[in-house]
């Protein structure tokens, strides 16, 4: 007995295979569209960024981090030894007041003595004073001449170092140890020998410890009127 023919399968199978092909088509034209929309969406994206501090922050955290060591290497002075102590110390140390002081006027055949009064707190072992004056009015008296009526008895004063015409030079040096401050002596003495006005100018003076280191002083008085008569 034969089967019954069913000649409506061949073309259910046609469709079945043309449906299959035509989602197989489509498939592969999809498929290099959506890569290429793909790679121009990332393309076009803009990379993530990693967190970053604004700008100048690093150098604000370095700050606040290191503040002490910082801090530390702009005031800590490089040690440099002895020297650079010693600087130190002089430009710390105060300097010496040097007072002169002298009467307005003498009568002519009289003497008068200029003074100077030293305060500091230095160990002072030697001070020279240098002294300008006119010599045809005014004549410096020497160790032998001096007037001691008019000085306290023991008191120490200047000793003449050297002169010329209008220029003496005195020095005063310690005994033992360093000269004491505050100190009040007869810098130098004068005689009147014609009358008329001058002035007696201090034009350099010297301040020296042991070793001979030149000593910071500053001075008043420097320059006196003196009227003769």
């Not at 020998?193 to 000593?215: E, K, M, N, P, Q």
């Amino acid at each position: 007995m034969s089967r019954p023919s069913k000649p409506w399968l061949l073309p259910v199978a046609c469709i079945v295979m043309g449906v299959v092909w035509a989602l197989w088509l489509a498939s592969q034209q999809e498929s290099p569209a959506y890569e290429k929309e793909a790679t121009i969406k990332a393309a076009s994206e803009p990379a993530p960024s990693l967190p970053s501090t604004p700008q100048g922050r690093p150098s604000e955290q370095s700050d606040k981090d290191s503040t002490g060591s910082r801090s530390a290497s702009r005031v800590a002075p490089v040690s440099s030894g002895a020297p650079a102590a010693e600087k130190v110390q002089s430009s710390t140390e105060r300097p010496l007041q040097v007072v002169f002081q002298a009467p307005p006027g003498a009568r002519v055949g009289e003497n008068f003595d200029v003074r100077v009064t030293i305060v500091g707190t230095q160990a002072v072992a030697r001070i020279v004073v240098e002294v300008a004056y006119d010599p045809s009015l005014l004549k410096v008296r020497t160790l032998e001449e001096i007037d001691y009526a008019m000085r306290a008895v023991g008191e120490r004063a200047f000793s003449i170092s050297q002169s010329s015409e209008g220029q003496v030079e005195l020095v005063l040096r310690r005994r033992e140890g360093a000269l004491a401050l505050p100190l009040s002596a007869p810098l130098v003495q004068f005689e009147a020998i014609a009358a008329g006005s001058t002035d007696v100018r201090i034009s350099s003076v010297g301040a020296y410890d042991s070793t001979d280191r030149s000593l910071p002083w500053s001075a008043i008085g420097r320059e006196s009127r003196i009227i003769a008569q």
